[in-house]
């Protein structure tokens, strides 16, 4: 069974921190492209980035760019997503979801690319 699972998230400051961590299972991680995605109260689901998990080139929303880092940990089969300067616009469940590497594809950052999900997890960020 293909599960992804995050955590790390919670309640932040303005300025803090924060890293979330998603674990994939039940999948060839090494053939999968990991993204993160995030929805606002009201608003529509954006990417936040992506990581190729063969050759790990990364790519980053430019609402992200200096702020998010994407890395990656192929012998737990984790992708991580570490979250700086956070502003209170960052709120938002956060979600991360793979994309067979195989598969063609037009726009990592598109979610209609990829093919499982995590079930999300809260980031709130007080002003």
């Known amino acids: 069974e293909v599960q992804l699972v995050e955590s790390g998230g919670g309640l932040v400051q303005a300025g803090g921190s924060m890293r979330l961590s998603c674990v994939a299972s039940?999948?060839?991680?090494?053939?999968?492209?990991i993204g993160w995605f995030r929805q606002a109260p009201g608003k529509e689901r954006e990417g936040v980035g992506s990581?190729?998990?063969?050759?790990?080139?990364?790519y980053y929303a430019d609402s992200v760019k200096g702020r998010f880092t994407i890395s990656i940990d192929n012998a737990k089969n984790t992708v991580y997503l570490q979250l700086n300067s956070l502003k209170p616009e960052d709120t938002a469940v956060y979600y991360c979801?793979?994309?067979?590497?195989?598969?063609?594809?037009?726009?990592?950052?598109?979610?209609?690319?990829?093919?499982?999900w995590g079930q999300g997890i809260q980031v709130t960020v007080s002003s």
């Open positions: 039940g999948f060839r991680f090494d053939a999968y492209i």
């Open positions: 990581i190729d998990s063969v050759d790990e080139k990364i």
């Open positions: 979801a793979a994309l067979n590497y195989l598969d063609e594809y037009a726009d990592l950052l598109d979610q209609d690319e990829y093919d499982y």
